[in-house]
Nanobody, 123 residues
Framework: QVQLVESGGGLVQPGGSLRLSCAVS????????IGWFRQAPGKEREGVSC????????YYADSVKGRFTISRDNAENTVYLQMNSLKSEDTAVYYC????????????????WGQGTQVTVSS
């Protein structure tokens, strides 16, 4: 019953912006934490950001802190990732996933995954 669908990826120039969306069903956003992860070709999947279900606390990887912002709209059951000042190093497939109630930031602890959306930062 749990489903997550990412959207909003695409091709953008360095310094540009994108907003990713994660539409969820089968659970309530005010209970489960939602994490954003990414995986570049030949690289290990890494945590990018997370928003907790209990109180909405947010967390960011050092590599994106100050550039990315995670938020949620409980009425629409959607989590967003606003990405600004994009760099070529941000190129990856981005996934959203359910964690527990609290954010962990470890993809091995995530349970349910979306199919991913491609983000390419290039001139």
């Amino acid at each position: 019953q749990v489903q997550l669908v990412e959207s909003g990826g695409g091709l953008v120039q360095p310094g540009g912006s994108l907003r990713l969306s994660c539409a969820v069903s089968g659970f309530t956003l005010d209970y489960y934490a939602i994490g954003w992860f990414r995986q570049a070709p030949g690289k290990e999947r890494e945590g990018v950001s997370c928003i907790s279900g209990s109180d909405g606390s947010t967390y960011y990887a050092d590599s994106v802190k100050g550039r990315f912002t995670i938020s949620r709209d409980n009425a629409e059951n959607t989590v967003y990732l606003q990405m600004n000042s994009l760099k070529s190093e941000d190129t990856a497939v981005y996934y959203c996933a359910t964690e527990g109630t609290l954010c962990v930031g470890d993809y091995t602890k995530a349970v349910d995954w979306g199919q991913g959306t491609q983000v390419t930062v290039s001139s």
